[in-house]
């Protein structure tokens, strides 16, 4: 891994505490989307192979709906937001009202795909405006794109800048799930936040651990 | 009697060598290219799964070959010498190179059809013939060789399986 510093305690509890801030303003924001409660994890910090990766958003061929976006700016990055087919179905299920609403069955409804979108958007909004509030940096997020395929598709996209200098990725995962009556119908997602390398420092810079 | 095949499973930016009756599999082909080379007549195989064109686009010192296609063609067609077949009896069949998105820098929305080209430039120079390919497109792809049959399945989300 070619980081011009090496990367201690301190900056992983750093880089936690982006995926607290930025993860835990999302899922404010979804929470208010759908009018239910929503629960968030600790986020993890993990650096992990490219294949790694693949397995944290649910194994290379698993077939999930991605919203996927890059950073620009004082920063940059790759941003997605993963959920499983069920749960991307029942998001929007309960978002158009339409329960016939399935992403195993495209064509899509064009208002299907366009709350999806707009979930994106929110969501990723959130997380990144809490992002440059707590850094003080500038971000510009790029129009977030939905992906619904495989997962190794969807994600190493985003892992094509990094993987000019490197074969690892750091990653700052959170997982946020709707807190669930009987346990069987919640959304879950995950959002993984990958700085490209050359940011770090930029990062660890803006908040004073470096 | 039946007996269970083998897969050999080949990540990102890897690669690796299968002989019947085991079979070869790389999974989530997005932009990145899956590229065999295969001895028809040896029934051997290798399997590379390419993410990028070029390891001049490299910017640190150590590389890992199989993740250009440059290194990764030339590496994989070392490692079937290694097990006595020849170059000359090589044969490719390609798959993958999707763009997945339509945003990005301009090198990173392209990365799909440089993949692809650069594949091709550089199975044309080591005299490889392609046999036949899927690429292109906005779906992503996994793939398994069967070096008994020569055959590539090719599975999709929306499109199920084909052979090629």
Same mark, same amino acid.
């Given at each position: 891994m070619s980081f011009d510093t090496p990367i201690t305690d301190m900056h992983l509890d750093v880089l936690r505490e982006i995926g607290n801030i930025g993860a835990g303003n999302a899922a404010t924001a979804l929470s208010q989307m759908l009018d239910r409660k929503i629960d968030m994890r600790v986020p993890k910090v993990d650096l992990v192979s490219f294949e790694g990766m693949f397995d944290l958003a649910g194994g290379a061929e698993e077939i999930v709906a991605g919203i996927f976006l890059r950073i620009e700016g004082d920063l940059s990055g790759s941003m997605f937001f993963v959920l499983s087919i069920e749960s991307a179905n029942r998001f929007i299920q309960k978002l158009i009202?339409?329960?016939? /609403?399935?992403?195993?069955?495209?064509? /899509?409804?064009e208002i299907g795909i366009s709350a999806m979108q707009e979930l994106g958007n929110i969501l990723s909004g959130s997380y990144l405006s809490a992002l440059s509030d707590f850094t003080g940096l500038k971000i510009y997020p790029t129009v977030p794109s939905l992906g619904v395929d495989m997962v190794g598709a969807i994600v190493s996209f985003g892992l094509i800048e990094i993987s000019h200098s490197s074969d690892e990725v750091i990653v700052i995962n959170t997982e946020i799930s709707e807190e669930s009556t009987n346990g069987t119908e919640s959304i879950n997602g995950h959002f993984f936040l990958l700085p490209d390398p050359s940011s770090y420092k930029t990062i660890f810079k803006s908040l004073g651990v470096m | 009697m039946v007996t269970l095949k083998e897969v050999i499973r080949v990540g990102i930016a890897d690669m690796n060598i299968v002989k019947e009756p085991e079979t070869i599999r790389t999974s989530g082909l997005g932009s990145c290219v899956g590229v065999v080379l295969y001895d028809q007549h040896k029934k051997i195989a290798g399997l590379l799964h390419v993410?990028?064109?070029?390891?001049?686009?490299?910017?640190?010192?150590?590389?890992?070959?199989?993740?250009?296609a440059d290194t990764g063609i030339y590496g994989l067609m070392e490692l079937l010498k290694l097990e006595g077949?020849?170059?000359?009896?090589l044969k490719a069949k390609i798959a993958g190179g999707a763009q997945?998105?339509?945003?990005?820098?301009s090198d990173t929305i392209r990365i799909g059809p440089r993949n692809i080209e650069a594949v091709k430039n550089e199975l044309k120079r080591l005299s490889i013939p392609i046999v036949a390919e899927d690429v292109g497109g906005s779906s992503g792809r996994t793939i398994e060789f069967d070096p008994s049959t020569s055959m590539l399945s090719i599975r999709t989300v929306n499109k199920g399986t084909v052979e090629i």
């Open positions: 009202g339409d329960i016939t /609403f399935d992403f195993n069955s495209p064509p /899509f409804s | 993410m990028l064109p070029d390891s001049s686009l490299a910017k640190n010192g150590s590389i890992n070959v199989a993740k250009f077949v020849r170059p000359m009896s997945m998105f339509q945003f990005g820098s």
